[in-house]
């Protein structure tokens, strides 16, 4: 076997500290060392030129690279190797600069630690094989899970390409959360104002395929290539019929708790959802509707004024779509308030959480924007009461970052309303990040109608009710005691993972974070891709968010999936992967259980596990965990490890 040997000088960088003829000369006595060259900056124009030519002529059998780190070059040296028709993996990179000349002070001992690096290489460069990738066709169709401000921009931006986007959203309207509000924080700009372009947009957009009233059921299938069966619920309206016109509406003689409202008020049977959602399309609550109790009510249909558009025998559906890649875009939801019970939600009437407020405030709400009470009457005096299950190891550790931004909006949106009406804030911390937030604070604060009050633990705030109204006793963070007067009592619960994210993370295989949340690759590089390849994260299921980064984040994940799924190339795979002998697999199933990118499978019929190559990222840990030794990793083989370490360790 030749091995050629090559050492980069990196200018002063490696030899100031590493004498390159002393480590010539010994390199050259290491078993089946041909030859060794040195070059300046090996890296560089020249130094690439030089190493294809010497490559050619040469032609070594395996190749070891003396040079700096091989995250930054040896995608590079590999570029040469091909060039000069060798595998590129029959090559060995040793750092010297970093690991050696930038640590080691003394230049006798830099040279022979250099040595040693370069012996233990030539080992194992001699039990390499020659790999191969591989180039699998790519479906450039993409599955956005999400219909809010995260999933619709996401879904734009991959329409925008040119790709197809199906879009599944489990409600009746698009929008997400935002289509609840009123206003929006920091500026109070008009929320219904902002989506209404991107909605409008995305219903008009020919390569979006919007399945509202669905939910992903199955997902199959690896990056590039994926399977997905999604259920959708019957809308018992034809939306390609429908005009939007609401005449089926007032005839409707059933009514029920309207859920988008959280049953502060009623809807019909058939109704819009949402006053102003869109699509326009009203749907039936079939629960609610008489011909669940078997009652041939047709006063809806009657009062159509299109032919066929209320479909009463319309069925639920399971559609399958081919992907290649999926957006995982469902959004959070609110920590449940009735875990402290001193704080008397859904015990007390006048106690609302966030959203319930939220809804209280809009012009589409159950008031239609009055702020009023369960009992009709204007509040005079309003509580807030901050970090409710936030910032509290027994319940949310962390902090949601978006509640106290909503509540200095309630401040103003209170005054807005009922200009003499007083607010009072007890908050455990305030936070006001980013350059409009700040501001937002300030005109709560300085306000005459608002009155801040800090506490040191929740459970030194209780609700108790009193004279129709509710009394709020506290203990201030500096142990004084009070009690404050409130016709209305609203709680800012922490941010939570919804139960859809739950749900997707099984079905997708997707890891959870200790919070619960969509696992991210890594927290601060990559935060839009999941450990899964081919699956991307956006919005509040990632963690908690507003609706500037979950749009930003969105965008960020279509980017990912233009710049890896590229229309028309085939998807290049990584020969370093793990593999399975299965002669020795026991089927114990443990390197399934410690992989961290769900690429190991079990075939049940032959009792051993398989691995995916498209989704394996050749990391060792389940080589590692293998307690048979049944698991090896390309390029990484025990042999190839333990030839290293025996050179360098004489």
């Known amino acids: 076997m030749k091995i050629g040997v090559y050492f980069c000088k990196c200018g002063t960088n490696v030899a100031d500290k590493i004498d390159p003829e002393k480590v010539q000369k010994k390199a050259l006595d290491f078993p089946g060392v041909a030859y060794c060259k040195t070059s300046e900056y090996l890296c ?53 600069r970093e690991q050696v000349a930038w640590v080691t002070q003394d230049p006798a001992e830099a040279a022979k630690k250099a040595t040693a690096h370069i012996r233990g290489a030539v080992a194992r460069v001699g039990h390499q094989a020659p790999l191969e990738g591989r180039e699998l066709d790519i479906n450039p169709d993409v599955l956005v899970v999400g219909g809010g401000p995260a999933g619709l921009k996401a879904a734009l931006a991959v329409a925008r390409s040119g790709r197809k986007a199906v879009l599944v959203e489990k409600l009746p309207v698009l929008g997400g959360m935002p289509v609840l509000f009123e206003d929006l924080f920091p500026n109070l700009e008009c929320a219904p104002c902002m989506l209404e372009p991107v909605l409008a947009e995305i219903l008009q957009e020919k390569q979006v395929e919007i399945l509202t009233l669905s939910e992903v059921q199955e997902v199959v299938g ?149 702020l009023v009470g369960r009992d009709g009457k204007p509040p005079e005096r309003v509580a807030i009461v901050h970090c409710v299950g936030s910032l509290d190891s027994k319940h949310q550790a962390y902090c949601s970052g978006v509640c106290c931004q909503y509540a200095f909006k309630f401040n103003q949106l209170v005054k807005r309303k009922l200009p003499e009406a007083r607010v009072t804030h007890l908050h455990r911390e305030l936070v006001t990040p980013g350059k409009e937030e700040f501001a937002l604070f300030e005109r709560a604060t300085a306000n005459s109608n608002a ?53 997707l993370a099984v079905l997708c295989e997707v890891p959870q974070d200790k919070f619960g949340f969509l696992e991210e690759l890594h927290g601060r590089a990559d935060t839009a891709q999941s450990k899964i390849k081919g699956i991307y994260l956006a919005g509040g299921c990632q963690g908690p968010k507003d609706i500037q ?10 980017g990912h999936v233009l710049s890896q799924l590229p229309a028309g190339k085939k998807l290049q795979i990584d020969p370093v992967v793990a593999s399975v002998n299965e002669e020795v697999c026991s089927g114990c199933r443990v390197c399934g259980s410690v992989c961290p990118y769900k690429a190991i499978g079990f075939d049940a019929e032959r009792e051993v596990s398989i691995v995916n190559s498209v989704l394996c990222h050749g990391c060792g840990t389940c080589v590692a965990a293998c307690p048979s030794g049944a698991l090896d990793g390309y390029h990484f083989t025990r042999e190839q490890i333990l030839a290293e370490l025996e050179e360098v360790l004489q």
């Open 222 to 370: 690896y990056c590039g290539n994926f399977q997905v069966k999604i259920r959708q619920s019957p809308r018992y309206v034809d939306t390609l019929k429908c005009i939007g016109c609401g005449e089926c509406i007032n005839p409707c003689p059933q009514s029920t708790a309207n859920k988008l409202n959280f049953g502060l008020n009623e809807s019909k049977a058939i109704s819009f959802v949402l006053t102003g959602g869109l699509p326009n399309i009203p749907a039936i609550d079939f629960g609610a509707c008489q011909r669940s109790q078997a009652e041939d009510c047709q006063l809806c249909k009657a009062a159509c004024p299109v032919d066929g558009a209320i479909v009463f025998d319309d069925q639920e559906k399971t559609l399958e779509r081919s992907v290649g890649a999926i957006i995982l875009a469902v959004g959070s939801s609110l920590y449940d308030c009735t875990n402290f019970p001193a704080l008397a939600y859904g015990k007390i009437p006048n106690v609302y959480n966030s959203l319930e407020f939220e809804r209280l405030l809009s012009a589409t709400g159950p008031t239609g924007g009055k």
């Open 44 to 96: 560089s124009e020249e130094g690439k030129t030089f190493l294809v030519k010497d490559l050619l002529d040469e032609k070594p059998d395996r190749v070891v690279i003396a040079a700096c780190s091989p995250r930054d070059y040896e995608k590079t040296f590999r570029e040469c190797l091909s060039s000069a028709a060798i595998n590129p993996y029959l090559m060995q990179m040793v750092n010297v």
């Open 451 to 503: 009155t801040f009050i800090r506490y040191q633990d929740l459970a030194d705030i209780e609700v108790v009710g009193k004279d129709g109204s509710s009394e709020v006793q506290y203990k201030e963070a500096s142990g004084e005691s009070g009690k404050i007067h409130a016709d209305m009592v609203v709680l800012c619960p922490a941010v939570v993972p919804s139960k859809t994210a739950k749900a």
């Open 549 to 558: 980064a979950s749009m930003n984040q969105g965008m960020a994940a279509a």
